[in-house]
């Protein structure tokens, strides 16, 4: 029975891998991993994704009028975007995910 059950565990997970896409298995063990291991650095990055939206949706919002704001709102996202630390811990984390699968 255990070598049934053994059996039918890895087929699922082997099925399961394709079918969900190793993208979004790496984005939800990825945030797993900065949960548990690195939690300041994930709220952070929660941090700068709110940031990001509500920077976005202000972006939407205005005129043409209000151009050099816009540009400079627009630098302020793509600095955000370009966090090193939380990009390099997602690396580490893509690079263990990959050798595990």
């Not at 059950?5 to 990825?30: A, D, H, N, R």
């Not at 920077?55 to 209000?66: G, H």
């Amino acid at each position: 029975m255990s070598l049934l059950v053994t059996i039918f565990v890895l087929v699922f997970l082997t099925e399961l891998i394709p079918w969900l896409g190793k993208s979004v298995l790496l984005e939800i063990c990825c945030s797993l991993y900065l949960k548990i291991f690195h939690p300041s650095q994930a709220a952070r990055q929660r941090q700068l994704e709110t940031n990001i939206l509500n920077t976005k949706a202000e972006l939407l919002k205005t005129n043409l009028d209000k151009l050099c704001g816009v540009v400079c709102r627009r630098l302020s996202i793509d600095s955000a975007t370009q966090d090193s630390e939380i990009a390099s811990v997602k690396s580490g984390c893509s690079i263990r995910f990959n050798s595990v699968l």
